[in-house]
């Protein structure tokens, strides 16, 4: 990961990968997780997604890991929430009673400090990583909790945009997860000409554990 490349990002507010309302995708297609309320969702790489707010406002617990400092503490001041906050390893831990955050590299964090979850919600995370982290990424995920998921993609021409965010096309989806997972695409979103100047379609994947034998 190009931990330089994310901070510099932040410090310099080129963020349009933030959206300024929760996503819609989440909203429509949150039931397929099928969860009580109470669950705890697992959002790797957060930045200061809204989403982690409207989740907390459904009646679910959050936990959530973000490189950039500035990005959650932003993310702290906008939903007004009192913190503790514990140095745990090479990570920061900010804990509230429905709201775990964690500042630092995702691969430091392990299954103990994560604990329990009932689901990944993956908002922005695989895509914006590149093809060669891509796969260590997803081993890490599986490892730290094999729940269902929930995918946003993008799929386009990578040779007429760098990215990020990249394209991850359904294949590479397959070659990370079906060992571990039933794959199913929810839901697709033609963005015509309004993604970086180019046609793209963003997609949603719901995955669904495989018993391990």
Partial sequence: MDYQFWHQRWQENRIGFHLPQPNPLLLENLSALSLDKGARIFMPLS???????????????????????????????????????????????????????????????????????????????????????????????????????????????QDSYEGPPFSVTEAEIHQHYQHAYQIKLLEQVDLSDSFKGQNAMEKVWYLKPKLEK
């Fill in 47 to 157: 930045g200061k997604s809204l989403d982690i707010g409207w989740l907390l406002a459904q009646g679910f617990r959050v936990v959530a890991i973000e490189l950039s400092q500035k990005a959650v503490d932003a993310l702290i001041l906008e939903l007004q929430l009192e913190f503790t906050q514990h140095q745990v390893g090479e990570l920061v831990h900010y804990q509230h009673d429905q709201l775990d955050l964690f500042v630092g590299d995702i691969f430091h964090l392990n299954k103990n400090l994560l604990g329990h979850v009932d689901a990944i919600y993956d908002r922005a995370a695989l895509v914006a990583l590149p093809e060669t982290t891509r796969k260590q990424y997803t081993a890490h995920l599986i490892e730290l909790a094999h729940v269902p998921q929930l995918i946003i993609s993008y799929e386009y021409d």
